[in-house]
């Protein structure tokens, strides 16, 4: 991938350079070569006629997450003002066969077109219909960052923490709660009904879940790239991210509603009356015995 910045940067006004970028761009076997090919064509040649519809076509057709996910990036960053744009994202959230193609079409359209009227309404309806976990997990996060003063927007992050049939979303819904509603006065009790009550379990294919969900936090880390860093910044931060994961692998209750709820709890109510004899109960009662462990050390701490 230094070679790719290097030749782009070197030879940029050599008639063969583009034409390299491209091939590169479509078919090297690494995706941070590829990764990297579309950036230095962004960067060199954001004005080529070739440029949009190269990376349309990477969005369809690359078999990597960050090289679909970083050529809708840049397709919102160079072309924006097209009309064409605002119609292919809405398209892309919707019948995209992908879902790191939808989050992202999500999170650009978010910042791109937040005061359009029907981009609340697309992603209410995502996180209340969708089919795929990530998309409506992304969505969640998105409608909170545009439009957590809207008064609908409470109200719907209760029924998802509380009914969402997939656990990734309520516990997405509960981070946002706790983090974003402290004091309101509704909060505490349906943290404690969602610490006691929500039916998560470790079940058979438990393994998979939780590969799925360190998969979706890895790519997560992209959102938060600066496409002015190295690109070994972020393949650092992918490699630590991974081999943090690796480490971890069966520590799939940090994505537990129950202990997000009961660590929310901890956190901002720790002198309330309620919350010794929930962790007593946790402790003693919970179906999960990671979690049971867990509460028992809390227990211990707060005790102290």
Known sequence: AVAVEQIARGWKHHPETLPLL???????????????????IFRGW?????????????????????VRAVAVQQIVRGWKHYPEIL???????QLNSNWDVRIVAVQQIVRGWKRHPEILPLLTQLVQSDDDWQ?????????????????????????????????????????QIAKGWKSHPEILPLLHECATNDPFENH????????????????????????????????????DHDSFESENYNKLNEFN????????????????????????????????????????????????
């Open 22 to 40: 491209k091939q590169l761009a479509h078919s090297d076997n690494n995706w941070q070569v590829r990764f990297e090919a579309v950036r230095q």
């Open 46 to 66: 954001k004005h080529n006629p070739e440029t949009l519809p190269l990376f349309k076509q990477l969005v369809q057709s690359d078999n990597d997450r960050f």
């Open 87 to 93: 119609p292919l994202l809405t398209q892309w959230i």
């Open 135 to 175: 998309v409506k997990v992304g969505a969640v996060e998105q409608i909170v960052i545009g439009w957590k003063r809207r008064p609908e927007t409470l109200p719907l992050l209760k029924q998802l923490a509380q009914s969402d049939d997939d656990w990734q979303v309520r516990s997405e819904a509960l981070d």
């Open 204 to 239: 058979l294919d438990v393994e998979e879940n939780l590969r799925l969900a360190l998969e979706f936090g890895r790519f997560n880390l992209l959102s938060n790239y600066d496409y002015n860093d190295s690109l070994y910044d972020f393949i650092s931060e992918v490699e």
């Open 257 to 304: 509603p129950r202990q997000i709820a009961l660590e929310a709890i901890v956190k901002r109510y720790p002198d309330h009356p309620q919350t010794l004899p929930l962790l007593q109960d946790r402790a003693e009662n919970d179906p999960d015995e990671q979690l049971r462990e867990w509460a028992k050390e809390k227990l211990q701490r707060l005790e102290n």
